[in-house]
């Protein structure tokens, strides 16, 4: 969903949404206040009751570094699955991506990672160590209304097979998840 249009009716029919590809401030917001003025269409509903959650790609390990690089080549992949306007609402000028989309489209996967700029890649994910992740769940998520996010952590054997680039310093699945309940979700947890 891009949104308005199905944001509102969310807000006005459904339970909740788990909201995809969305890391900005803005683009949360985009999607939250929509869902709101879906709700509030309708009148009867208590939004305090919907289930607003994003579903977010990234990698959390001690090397922030590292994590960052595992999460900017898996978010080049997605890219092309996403409407100009949503990567518009993440700071980017879709004519800075479109390369990337014709890089994928001919088939030249080296070529389209190469043109995910860092700077691209922490746009389009969440990813660093677990102080970094807190900083950007209390800064672009809670704020929103966002009470959960939906982990899409990324490990380095499924960059590995994706890209065919080996990554080294971080964690497989679990051990993410581990340093992520670990030292993410006491800080969150404490704070609400």
């Known amino acids: 969903m891009t949104g308005p249009g199905s944001f509102r009716l969310a807000g006005e029919i459904a339970d909740g949404i788990h909201l995809a590809c969305a890391y900005s401030s803005e683009a949360l917001f985009f999607a939250a206040q929509k869902v709101r003025e879906g709700a509030d269409r309708v ?45 518009e609402r993440h700071g980017i000028d879709y004519a800075d991506v479109r390369p990337v989309v014709d890089a994928f489209g001919r088939g030249d996967v080296e070529r389209a990672l190469e043109l995910t700029t860092p700077e691209i890649g922490e746009r389009l994910s969440i990813a660093g160590d677990p102080a970094e992740w807190i900083e950007r769940l209390r800064n672009d998520f809670v704020p929103h209304g966002y009470d959960h996010v939906a982990l899409g952590l990324v490990d380095p054997s499924l960059v590995e097979s994706w890209s065919g680039r ?11 998840l581990e340093l992520f309940a670990s030292s993410v979700v006491p800080a969150l947890t404490a704070a609400s």
């Not at 994590?67 to 306007?85: D, N």
């Not at 080996?166 to 993410?176: F, I, K, N, T, Y």
């Open 166 to 176: 080996p990554v080294d310093g971080v964690p497989d699945l679990a051990g993410q």
């Open 43 to 87: 009148g009867c509903r208590l939004y305090s009751s919907f289930d607003l959650c994003a579903s977010v790609l990234g990698a959390i390990a001690g090397d922030s570094a590292a994590a960052k690089e595992t999460a900017r080549l898996a978010a080049a992949f997605y890219i092309s699955s996403m409407a100009p306007e949503l990567i």
